[in-house]
């Protein structure tokens, strides 16, 4: 056959993929698969352990009972947390195809970015530092972002899509991209029972996935299933972590470093009530919860995330300032601003920042026991990875 003839062949099929339509285009991208079990991962039996959920004596709540802020019409379900990962990982659901939630929050850096500000869909950066969404479930007030702006979960999980910055689309947009792919009538209908495809069941499944990612697994869990209560020496830890975790629990005037104030209970979530000012500036640089609850009382208080995995979710803060535990703890220790909305927990009786005074020694024993709450389980377990091949 004469070989102009296959020229004109192959110039004919390039010249119709380029004139393809813009829907021809996507549905091309449609030949991928989504690598998610017959069976679903098992999302809804987590098999704390009884320092989790057994109450200690004393002023401070330790277990997260009562923490929890799954409400009663969205329980999590195997298929439906299953839903909520691909929603979660799928890139499709942002203006230009390029970003999707874990772009931000991302599963080998504590669901959280390891950049200071996270890059949205056209390139331009967040305003904020991307916060964990480990055992985001354990929030009794179960507001959301750093200024607590969502009042749900299920509030906050579509509000990136909608963000001119993260992923630049409207919520009938994402209904409309969600329902153009053919793997998600299946999905919809194996969670909630019917195929339909709307924005309050793409927030049910996506809240549900995110509650689902608990840590429990550290040498921390491991070293507590051995002693009695928190303050006791863990065998499992170094003389070093063991003194870094007897300044985290320790009251300030018994030498430690009240840590425990803040960051309570032993899933290291806050069980205070509300949004923190943590001395970060003397002049405010960011109205925070401030700017949403109109109060001036708010002014500068972020919310406290959970110190779960934090080794692995560097820079630290609303605002990503500080690169290294060593910075966090040298802040604590050195660096709070008398800001007129400081939080209580961190005035000494003279109504003055407190000075902690601590040694070399004793800071790089607190560094090294954050360290022991890094959970490698997060970091690696299938049920929350790229369900996309």
């Known amino acids: ?13 390039i010249l119709s993929f380029f004139s393809c339509s813009e829907d021809q285009n996507y549905s091309l991208a449609e030949n991928i698969n989504i690598n998610i079990p017959e069976i679903p991962f098992d999302y809804v039996n987590l098999n704390l352990p009884s320092h989790f ?19 009663l019409d969205n329980p999590i379900t195997n298929d439906g947390a299953t839903l909520g990962r691909v929603l979660f990982h799928d890139k499709s659901l942002s203006a230009n195809g390029t970003t999707a939630c874990a772009s931000c929050h991302q599963q080998d850096k504590g669901f959280s970015d390891d950049a200071t500000f996270s890059v949205g869909f ?3 950066l967040t305003r904020r530092h ?39 689309m409207t919520l009938e947009q994402v209904v409309s991209s969600v329902q153009a792919r053919d793997f998600y009538p299946q999905l919809f209908e194996n969670a909630f029972g019917t195929p339909e495809i709307n924005s309050d069941r793409i927030s049910k499944a996506l809240s549900q996935f995110v509650r689902s990612i608990v840590s429990y697994s550290s040498k921390y869990d491991q070293g507590r299933a051995l002693v009695p209560a928190p303050g006791a020496n863990f065998p499992n830890f170094t003389a070093e ?5 007897n300044l985290f629990f320790q009251t300030i005037p018994n030498g430690g470093g009240a840590c425990f104030g803040c960051h309570t209970t032993e899933a290291f979530v806050s069980a205070n009530p509300g949004p923190q000012n943590n001395g970060l500036d003397l002049v405010t640089t960011d109205t925070g919860a401030g700017n949403v609850f109109n109060n001036p009382i708010f002014e500068s208080r972020f919310k ?20 290294t535990l060593e910075e966090v703890v040298e802040h604590y220790n050195s660096g709070i601003k008398a800001h007129p909305t400081l939080s209580p927990a961190l005035t000494d009786t003279n109504g003055n920042p407190v000075q902690l005074n601590f040694t070399a020694t004793e800071k790089a024993a607190l560094v090294a026991f954050l360290k022991t709450l890094t959970d490698q389980s997060i970091s690696t377990e299938e049920k929350w990875s790229d369900p996309f091949e």
């Open 241 to 245: 972590e063991n003194l870094g975790k």
């Open 304 to 323: 406290t995330s959970t110190l779960r995995n934090i080794e692995l979710t560097a820079p630290y803060m609303h605002d990503g300032r500080f690169a």
């Open 1 to 13: 056959m004469n070989p102009s003839y296959f020229k004109v062949l192959f110039l004919v099929f």
């Open 53 to 71: 959920t057994v109450n200690l004596p004393g002023p401070l709540p330790t277990s997260i009972n009562g923490l929890d802020n799954t409400p």
């Open 130 to 168: 991307s916060m964990t969404l480990i055992n985001s479930r354990y929030y009794q007030r179960g507001r959301f972002f750093w200024d607590e702006r969502a009042a749900t979960l299920e509030d906050q999980v579509l509000q990136p899509f909608q963000d001119p910055v993260e992923m630049g």
């Open 122 to 124: 056209e390139g331009v």
